[in-house]
């Protein structure tokens, strides 16, 4: 095991170990690692070292302040491959995605004792994102469920937009859709 975490988020090498730190908190194996690829047998391994690098820049901005701030846990995801991706949305194989996750620059968190709301809301006081989604949240459910989508582009890309959104279910309409701001389930 190595420990990476001196080295800058920029000048990261391309092919890391599974158990080197990237972080005081992390390793850099949480940052492809995936349930649904084990399970169907996904190979979610990064492709360039610029996805490396946006992944390692969100660990140390984003995920590691989370942990600094309420403990331990581990992300339900970050990097995610195309195969990954289109397994994940039930698309074709020619189907290619455009999410923030399959460039490294995206997390899906859920911290168990912490409301998922409550979390998205810290986020957005303390920490520089480009898109904060509080996803599925419905506290009927109880506190932690849905997840909070966490993007932060690296510096010398496009600057991050600090969009708040929320991804509830539309009674009207009968599916889930975007809505502005950050908010529970009606």
Not at 6 to 11: L, M, P, Q, Y
Not at 101 to 111: F, K
Not at 158 to 182: A, C, M, T
């Given at each position: 095991?190595?420990?990476l ?22 390793w ?15 190979r ?17 901005n984003?995920?590691?302040?989370m942990?600094?701030e309420f ?41 168990p ?14 920490l ?7 996803e599925?949240?419905d ?18 890309t496009?600057?991050?937009r600090?969009?708040?959104l929320s ?11 975007y ?8």
């Amino acid at each position: 095991m190595a420990d990476l975490r001196r080295i800058r988020w920029d000048r990261f090498p391309r092919r890391p170990k599974p158990e080197d730190r990237v972080s005081a908190n992390f390793w850099f194996g949480e940052l492809t690692r995936s349930d649904l690829a084990d399970r169907l047998s996904i190979r979610n391994s990064f492709t360039s070292v610029k996805q490396v690098r946006a992944a390692v820049y969100l660990c140390r901005n984003v995920l590691q302040p989370m942990r600094d701030e309420f403990g331990a846990f581990s992300p339900n995801s970050v990097y995610r491959c195309q195969a990954l991706e289109r397994a994940l949305k039930k698309k074709p194989a020619n189907w290619s995605s455009s999410s923030q996750h399959t460039a490294g620059e995206a997390c899906d968190v859920t911290i168990p004792g912490i409301a998922t709301l409550d979390l998205a809301q810290w986020v957005a006081r303390n920490l520089e994102f480009d898109q904060l989604i509080c996803e599925c949240y419905d506290p009927a459910k109880g506190p932690s469920s849905g997840w909070v989508h966490v993007s932060l582009r690296p510096p010398g890309t496009r600057d991050n937009r600090r969009q708040l959104l929320s991804y509830i279910f539309d009674h009207d309409r009968r599916s889930y859709v975007y809505v502005d701001g950050l908010r529970a389930m009606a």
